[in-house]
């Protein structure tokens, strides 16, 4: 029976973070919990990830029911939970499924937010683990190399990873499409919220230039301003700060409006009409709505940034279903390669049968004739290699090419007709040690 | 003659299909828009370069002479502007959506008018030459500057409106657009000048009043470019309202070609 990936898990999708909790693996007991899960020879290799929204076993095996059965056993064990428990929260996917499903957790299309670049690494990790520690061949190796690539696919062919998902984020999001470049650009923090210094945070990796900090206490305005790189201020200096400033971000506690219309409008022909973006955090709002009549002022309060976090999650989820026909795409690639590879010890054993039998007549020429020259026999062994090559060609290719179908009917009739024995052979599976591990990407 | 229309009809269809995939890639309807519509704006500069070559070489018409060579000057003027600024910043490829089909109308224009060449009796001179050449040149930067203009205009409507969906995110930020149509403004002002004065030292030789009336015209268009950028560059004038200024100074313009044309 051939091999084939099997994943077991569980997911934000399908169980609640308590009995995601139950079954999360410590990166620490990764390694531990591999050797006893393959320790029985059922399961040949295995990975597992374990994240903050998923648990999953990406395992290989000839039996596949016999590997879920030992997940099953090992892991309800492990946690404490009964086969029930095991049925109502977790997912088998066995072959082509489960090489989709990898395919797509390690490209961010089944993760919490759709796009998210942290996965890929948390899945890079997990294999990075389980291949140091010996628990990868060249099934899994093979199908992990490829949920990279196609991560990498689906990064730079869609649009899935990209706007803003997240609300201080979005704030970088709009000052590129009222500035173009942040490069220069003058930031006017007022105020000292966790959502206001996040935001500061992003827009200074995203070019900006500087950073003023006004609060109405003088010390966490130091605090911040050393934190930042800023120069704090009192909320005094306001309206000369924002003289300059091109983007001011209010995340205050105050009651009422800090910025108006009465302290802006005599700024406006001061700044030369250049434009100035003002992100209201607070709530209540910092900034009089009504400042945004005013020409070149372009006002966003917390519903606005949620807004641009909705859509672009739309987007996202519109950009998954492009990066689902890519994922569809690499299952059938790497589907072909498996089928390749299955033919493999079938070609090995043909040549190396072939080789036995030249080995056995040169030994046997020689022995009946003495006189032969070393020069001759040399000659005479060039000509059987070259005869094995050339009559090996096209069974190779047609071995090769009817594997992409249904490989099993043809390597069963050479195996008869040569009577080839898998005995002595370390390449007697379909995934030997022969065949090389893939280039990193691919 | 035949093969002349059959190039000119293909540079439309061309153009027509530019503006196609770049409306298309705008509205997040077709996301290879953007770089199948370059593809094609490049065959449709190739088509209408080989139709200003027929039209000089084979036709045996004057360029810049013939009011036609006008309206092909244009176009190529302005995609290859375009093609030139796409490629300095990828952020403004989107310009190609209002480029193209205002290069297709002017190639329409150029299919269907009659032989138009100025009708100034024997007094063809380099002086009313170059003065076509510059108006040209000038109007071709002014269409740039209001492509770029127009842009921005749908884009702070976006950012006003809150309308966060594809064509928000697939348009420049306000800022490159304002400082963009400002250039085109100031090159096309420059150039538009130069044209003023030659046609002013050529007419005053003429001194037909229909040909100064043209000059009086074209001097109004002027004015309003001379306005926007006075504010511009002295008060800091920026945004909406000179977005607004740069294409009532290209309506202004467009008309006195316009005039120019049919009178």
Redesign the interface.
């Known amino acids: 029976m051939d091999r084939e990936v099997i994943l077991i898990g569980l997911s934000h999708k399908t169980a609640p973070i308590e009995a995601r909790e139950q079954l999360a693996i410590d990166e620490f007991n990764i390694v531990e919990t591999l050797r006893d899960l393959c320790e029985r020879s059922v399961i040949d290799e295995a990975v597992i990830i374990s994240t903050c929204n998923r648990v999953e076993l990406v395992a290989s095996g000839s039996d596949s029911d016999r590997v879920v059965h030992r997940v099953f056993e090992y892991l309800s064990s492990l946690a404490g939970v009964d086969r029930e428990w095991f049925e109502r929260y977790t997912y088998v996917h066995r072959g082509d499924a489960a090489v989709r499903h990898l395919f797509k957790v390690s490209s961010s299309l089944d993760s919490l937010v759709v796009g998210e670049p942290q996965i890929v690494g948390q899945v890079k990790n997990a294999y990075d683990h389980s291949r140091r520690a010996g628990f990868t061949g060249p099934l899994l190796n093979r199908a992990f190399h490829h949920a990279f690539h196609v991560s990498k696919r689906v990064r730079n062919e869609t ?1 899935v990873a990209q ?1 803003a998902v997240s609300i201080s984020y979005a704030a970088v999001e ?1 000052a ?6 942040l490069e220069g650009k003058r930031v006017l923090v007022v105020g000292a919220g966790e959502m206001g210094t996040l935001a500061v945070r992003h827009l200074l990796q995203a070019g900006a230039d500087s950073v003023d900090i006004a609060n109405r206490s003088q010390p966490r305005a130091q605090r911040l301003a050393d934190d930042l790189g800023g120069v704090p201020y009192g909320l005094e200096s306001l309206p000369a700060l924002m003289e300059e400033a091109d983007i001011v971000i209010t995340s205050t506690g105050s009651q009422r409006y800090l910025i108006d219309q009465p302290l802006l409008k005599p700024l406006i ?1 001061r ?5 100035i973006l003002l992100i209201d955090i607070a709530v209540p709002r910092d900034i009089d709505p009504r400042c ?1 009549s005013l ?2 002022v ?1 006002l966003f309060d917390v519903d ?1 940034l949620d ?2 976090v909705q ?2 999650m739309r ?1 996202r989820h519109a950009e998954a279903q ?1 990066a689902e026909r890519i994922v569809d795409e690499e299952v059938s690639a790497l589907n072909r390669w498996i089928s390749t590879t299955e033919a493999v010890p079938t070609i090995v054993l043909l040549r190396e049968k072939l080789n036995e039998v030249k080995e056995a007549e040169l030994e046997r020429l020689v022995r009946s004739n003495r006189t032969l020259s070393r020069e001759t026999v040399e000659i005479t062994e060039r000509l059987c290699n070259s005869l094995i090559n050339k009559i090996l060609h096209d069974p190779t290719i047609s071995l090769r090419e009817a594997t992409e179908d249904d490989p099993a009917p043809l390597i069963r009739a050479v195996r008869s007709l040569f009577r080839l024995t898998d005995d002595d052979n370390d390449s007697n599976t379909p995934f030997s040690a022969k065949t090389p591990e893939p280039e990193p990407g691919r | 003659m035949p093969m002349l229309t059959g190039v000119t009809a293909t540079a439309i269809v061309f153009y027509t299909a530019t503006t196609a995939f770049y409306v298309s890639d705008l509205f997040g309807q077709f996301d290879r828009g953007t770089s199948l519509g370059r593809f094609a704006m490049w065959i449709s500069v190739l088509l209408a370069a080989f139709a200003a070559f027929l039209t000089y070489q084979v036709e045996g018409v004057q360029v810049f002479v013939d009011t036609r060579t006008v309206f092909i000057g244009l176009v190529l003027l302005l995609s290859v502007g375009y093609l030139a600024v796409a490629k300095a910043d990828r952020s403004l490829q989107m310009l190609g959506a209002f480029i193209a089909p205002v290069s297709a109308i002017l190639m329409s224009a150029f299919l269907i008018m009659q032989y138009g060449e100025v009708r100034v009796g024997e007094r063809i001179t380099a002086a009313l030459v170059a003065h076509i050449a510059f108006a040209t040149a000038g109007l071709g930067a002014f269409a740039l500057a209001s492509c770029t203009a127009a842009l921005y205009l749908l884009q702070e409507r976006m950012i006003r409106e809150r309308s966060f969906g594809p064509l928000f995110h697939r348009l420049p930020g306000l800022e490159d657009l304002d400082s963009l149509s400002l250039k085109f403004t100031i090159v096309g002002f420059v150039v538009f000048t130069v044209a003023l004065v030659l046609g002013i030292t050529w007419a005053a030789r003429i001194d037909e009043s229909v040909l100064m009336l043209r000059i009086y015209l074209s001097g109004g268009a002027w004015l309003v470019f001379a306005v926007v950028l006075y504010f511009r560059l002295r008060s800091g004038w920026r945004g909406t309202q000179a977005a607004w200024l740069t294409l009532i100074g290209t309506v202004s313009a467009t008309a006195v070609l316009g005039i120019y044309v049919f009178t």
């Open positions: 649009a706007n709009l590129r499409k009222v500035f173009g470049h022909a700044r030369k009409y250049r434009p945004e020409q070149n372009y606005d807004k641009v859509s672009n987007q492009k």
